[in-house]
Each structure stands twice: as structure tokens, then as C-alpha cells.
Nanobody
Framework: QVQLVESGGELVQAGGSLRLSCAAS????????MGWFRQAPGKERECVAR????????AYAESVKGRFTISRDSTKSTVYLQMNSLKPEDTAVYYC??????????????????WGQGTQVTVSS
């Protein structure tokens, strides 16, 4: 089992920046990749970024490319999402997720095996 805990969400003005953190514990050696998702009220859960823990290869949704950066620490058990130039449409609950199987489509929620509880990001205009 893997446990994930997100932190760093808060209220920020448009144009501002935030850094989210996701700390993993448990069987972290089983994790192969981690992703950040977000879900706004009435909308589907959307993957915004993904990183392979070995090698650091990343992928981003078009909506955040150039503004968000996903990274991991040297222990590969903490993943970050640096969010710059935030927009009101970035408002959502942000979740991190761990993929232990790999092979699925990177942006689909069903490709991930473990989820955190989420952290709220609110961007005011």
C-alpha cells in the first residue's frame, strides 16, 4: 500500500504562484510514476502533469504547459507541482496519484493505483 498526502493549496490572486507537495509513504518502492490531477465542481478529473520517478520524464496537459512544472525530490517519495501564472480557471481540488503498474494512458485516472485526499487551490480574479 502507498499513502499520499498533498499540501500547499490555498487562495491566491490571478498571476500568482503556488507550489503543491505530495508526500508518499508505505511501499514507495513500488511506485513507477506519479501524477497531479485536478477536479473543479461539475467537471471531470483532469490530469495536469505526470512524472516517471526513474529518469524524470514528464508530460503535461496543454492547458498548463509552460506554466506548471512537476518535479520529484532525490528520494523519489515527494513530488511537487510548481504552478505559475495562475488563472481563475485553475481553481480546483488538486490530487496526486501514484502509478505502480505503468502501461496505461498517462492522463487517465484509471491508470493510477493510489490517490491522496486532495488540496484546494482557489485563484481569484
Amino acid at each position: 500500500q502507498v499513502q499520499l498526502v498533498e499540501s500547499g493549496g490555498e487562495l491566491v490572486q490571478a498571476g500568482g504562484s503556488l507550489r503543491l507537495s505530495c508526500a508518499a509513504s508505505g511501499r514507495t518502492s513500488s511506485m513507477r510514476a506519479m501524477g497531479w490531477f485536478r477536479q473543479a465542481p461539475g467537471k471531470e478529473r483532469e490530469c495536469v502533469a505526470r512524472i516517471f520517478l526513474s529518469g524524470g520524464i514528464t508530460a503535461y496537459a496543454e492547458s498548463v504547459k509552460g506554466r506548471f512544472t512537476i518535479s520529484r525530490d532525490s528520494t523519489k517519495s515527494t513530488v511537487y507541482l510548481q504552478m505559475n501564472s495562475l488563472k481563475p480557471e485553475d481553481t480546483a481540488v488538486y490530487y496526486c496519484a501514484a502509478d505502480v503498474r505503468v502501461g496505461g494512458t498517462w492522463y487517465q485516472p484509471q491508470s493510477y493505483d493510489y490517490w491522496g485526499q486532495g488540496t484546494q487551490v482557489t485563484v481569484s480574479s
